[in-house]
């Protein structure tokens, strides 16, 4: 059996590659692009099939779907965690105007459906400043749990098995 990466470790690369990801998103202003979304998901289930995929390569028994599954969602939730963390302190520090392009383009598409008269989208808009955080680190733990468990799903899939050899003698 080869050692694999730790859990940690492999978690931090990950999230190492999405952060930069982000980075060069947010500097080219792409942050809103709805294709720059779905490519990041895309990554990250990318990213996951690759490592489930070398989990099931470096293990020579006793590797199932639900073991390769079980690693696939524990990196999900350690990149999950830093990468929360990480969107906190992107929208506080490095990219504090990102708060106020949402609500002007909160703001923007509901002015622009006449379902919505001027006092709701001030409402609107007021709740959104209100609970910007809030929506920003449950939305990002929603999106990344989701991304994580059909990565993990799609990895253990594809990852080879090798069921354990219960006649060998274990010493």
Partial sequence: MKKSPSILGTSVLISLILIVWNLVGNFAHLEFANWFKYASAALFIGLLIYFCVQFGKTHTEGVTFGKVFGYGFKLTMLVTLITVVFSILSVTLIFPEIKEQVIAQTRTT?????????????????????????????GGIIFSLLTGVVGSLIGAALAKKSEPNVFQEKV
């Fill in 110 to 138: 509901m002015e622009a459906d006449p379902k919505y008269s001027a006092d709701q989208v001030d409402q609107a808009v007021a709740f959104t400043r209100k609970g910007f955080m809030m929506f920003l680190v449950i």
